[in-house]
């Protein structure tokens, strides 16, 4: 080892959490070294696509106890660094440089410039400014203890440093790297898709969406459900409701094979029974007008068509003529209806794993795992994922901060 190879800290990825890391760790340590490797020739492209090219930053959920809900995994490890730098740090960081940010809907934060370009060139300046290194186009291919030192093997040279931080992301040769140290990983699964369905018995209904109740049963007979709006797509469906199921269902549907029932429930804040009562009054209150012609729910047009249609109800049938069991079946529709789900496509705006280093084997109280001193994680490398909203990246910044945090001494 000379002094060529030699830093005080070497960070594994150039991405978000890598990045939040180095500028932290320069700041709180001028006079110490600190290299980020990444092996793509250029930083941060994921903060780069990411929210449409806006970047949702961060989520303005300011109590730690709401904020670590958004977690499906995760939830119980994020409390404690929450507490100790959440949304609001994150905020004020980006402001104090001159990159306000806005709330949007659902508490999302976005760069008041609308650009993700913003972010991405405020986080490469400061590394810049702080003398952080930058080696792009280096590709980390071991992970190795040489005495009291981590030897990092890559396509260039091999660096050595005592503390090292593994902000890699979703990357399976580290995860692989990792297990040979015998750091416990979680088989990562993706998580954050949308739903295929062939043949799509909606199909024709595609771009309109709606406020429902979704539901699935997983492979050990529980149900996980959502609410929120549910986009019809051309392959299947698509929006939030769907997103944030796929997410706390991400490791049951793998094991589904991703061959599911989706249950809809199209009229969330009535029972089975208010609906049914309300279809009955309808009947004896509406006699000769057609079906289609009374919407009583409000449904786009397109859609109570369907739905009639689907509870084996003619066109031009009229509300006197419906017996009890077309009551019930469009009672049923209304509340359940059932589409078979064969697969999952990905969500273009977003999308993480779940999985990745097991976190019992971490101290979140400064990052570093709990096998080998001076190995710390940051970001989507653990076992952490969340739904849509600024909450992954958040999970990238606290975690990262923490890491270099606890290196101030
Ligand atoms: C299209 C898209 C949009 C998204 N939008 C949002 C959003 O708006 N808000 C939000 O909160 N989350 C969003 N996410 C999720 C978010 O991008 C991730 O959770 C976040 O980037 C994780 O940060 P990270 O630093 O842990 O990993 P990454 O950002 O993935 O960075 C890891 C880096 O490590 C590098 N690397 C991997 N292996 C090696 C190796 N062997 N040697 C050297 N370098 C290596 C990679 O090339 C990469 O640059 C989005 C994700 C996608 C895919």
Not at 65 to 74: A, E, H, S
Not at 107 to 135: C, D, H, T, W, Y
Not at 156 to 181: H, M, P, R, T, V
């Amino acid at each position: 080892m000379d002094e060529l190879n030699h830093r005080d800290f070497i960070i594994v990825g150039g991405g978000a959490a890598g990045f939040y890391a180095g500028i932290h760790f320069s700041k709180f340590n001028p006079n110490k070294s600190v290299l980020i490797l990444e092996q793509s020739p250029s930083f941060l492209s994921k903060v780069k696509v990411s929210g449409g090219g806006r970047c949702n930053v961060t989520n303005y959920t300011l109590d730690p106890k709401d904020l670590v809900k958004n977690y499906p995994r995760g939830h119980k490890e994020l409390l404690g660094p929450f507490y100790a730098y959440g949304p609001l740090d994150v905020i004020s960081f980006f402001e104090e440089h001159g990159i306000p940010l806005k709330e949007e809907d659902k508490g999302r934060m976005f760069p008041v410039s609308n650009s993700s370009a913003s972010i991405v060139n405020l986080l490469m300046e400061l590394a810049q400014k702080q003398g952080v290194q930058l080696s792009p186009s280096t590709s980390v291919k071991s992970i190795s203890k040489q005495g009291d030192y981590w030897k990092i093997g890559t396509n260039k040279k091999e660096y050595f440093a005592k503390n090292i931080l593994i902000a890699s992301g979703s990357s399976k040769a580290i995860w692989k790297q990792l297990s040979a140290l015998e750091i416990p990983i979680v088989e990562p699964v993706p998580s954050l898709f949308t739903f295929k369905v062939d043949p799509h018995p909606m199909g024709a209904l595609s771009g309109l969406s709606s406020e429902v109740e979704i539901s699935i049963q997983t492979s050990d007979k529980k149900y996980i459900s959502s609410r929120g709006p549910l986009l019809i797509t051309h392959q299947g469906f698509s929006g939030p409701a769907v997103l944030e199921c796929s997410a706390w269902g991400a490791r049951s549907l793998a094991d589904l094979n991703y061959q599911f029932e989706l249950c809809i429930n199209w009229l969330v804040d009535l029972s089975h029974q208010d609906v049914l009562e309300r279809l009955m009054e309808l009947k004896s209150n509406s006699g000769t007008k057609t079906m289609l012609n009374i919407n009583e729910f409000n449904f786009p047009k397109r859609l109570w068509e369907y739905l009639v249609l689907s509870a084996g109800i003619q066109k031009g049938e009229q509300w006197a003529q419906l017996n009890k069991i077309q009551l019930v079946n469009l009672a049923n529709q209304l509340n359940d209806t059932r589409i078979q789900v064969v697969g999952k496509s990905t969500f273009k705006e977003e999308f993480v794993s779940a999985g990745g280093v097991d976190l019992r084997s971490v101290n979140f109280k400064t990052m570093e795992s709990k096998i080998h001193s001076g190995l710390y994680f940051a970001g989507e490398v653990l076992n952490i994922d969340a739904i849509t909203g600024g909450y992954n990246f958040q999970n990238a910044w606290t975690t990262a901060y923490i890491a270099s945090s606890a290196l101030n001494n």
